[in-house]
């Protein structure tokens, strides 16, 4: 995956500004009739708001995945509202997260995953970044915190479409919105000034209630 900081993007236009959004991830999920279809989450992983004590492993999470690093302004802001309530991390519990035996064990779950958003006008849910470690990514992970984001900004926000950049030569990423229903609207040329190709395609997804079921 490919997100840059704000500070090292040229701003996009209309309302696409902002911080950058790429991926790419595998899972199982697919989009029936525009909606998204989740299949079930193993339960090993536990989806958590973003913490004081998850922030290191946060910023691990985006060094090991980014190839730009966010300044400390970025992690600051996500601990302020509204960006918290729509920022979600994924952590993987060695044993299943609804056995006891995964709060007596020794082992800490592991941060794997997480979506960071951002609120931009004309109801606009933005995705500043959204990414999922290799070793994790069959498991459908990415589109149940995009999928619980969606459903929490739609409720307390009332936005109605989801919007992001994907980097120009990541197309493993672009065919990954592809399929949860995203549409290409646009190019930005430029748009990741450090990176070439420096290009970024613009995608969006209308919010239908398909995709605020089960959540």
């Not at 519990?93 to 958003?117: D, F, V």
């Not at 980097?167 to 990741?192: H, M, P, Q, S, T």
Request: aromatic letters at 8%; glycine letters at 8%.
């Amino acid at each position: 995956p490919f997100t840059s900081p704000d500070s090292t993007v040229s701003p996009g236009n209309g309302h696409l500004q902002g911080p950058t959004s790429d991926l790419v991830v595998t899972s199982q999920s697919a989009v029936v009739g525009g909606a998204f279809s989740l299949g079930p989450l193993v339960s090993n992983i536990e989806m958590v708001p973003l913490s004081e004590e998850l922030i290191p492993g946060f910023k691990r999470l985006n060094a090991l995945l980014l190839p730009i690093a966010y300044p400390q302004s970025f992690y600051a802001e996500t601990m302020t509202e509204p960006h918290h309530s729509i920022t979600l991390m994924a952590l993987w519990h060695h044993a299943p997260s609804n056995t006891e035996s995964s709060t007596t064990t020794m082992e800490k779950p592991r941060l794997i995953g997480a979506i960071r958003c951002r609120i931009l006008p004309s109801a606009n849910l933005y995705i500043s970044t959204i990414g999922v470690l290799s070793p994790y990514r069959s498991y459908g992970i990415a589109i149940h915190l995009l999928s619980k984001i969606i459903a929490k900004a739609s409720r307390e926000h009332g936005v109605k479409c989801v919007t992001a950049h994907v980097w120009e030569a990541n197309e493993e990423g672009l065919e990954w919105y592809k399929k949860r229903g995203f549409e290409i609207i646009g190019k930005e040329d430029g748009y990741y000034r450090k990176l070439k190709p420096s290009g970024a395609v613009q995608v969006r997804k209308w919010i239908r209630v398909g995709d605020l079921l089960g959540n």
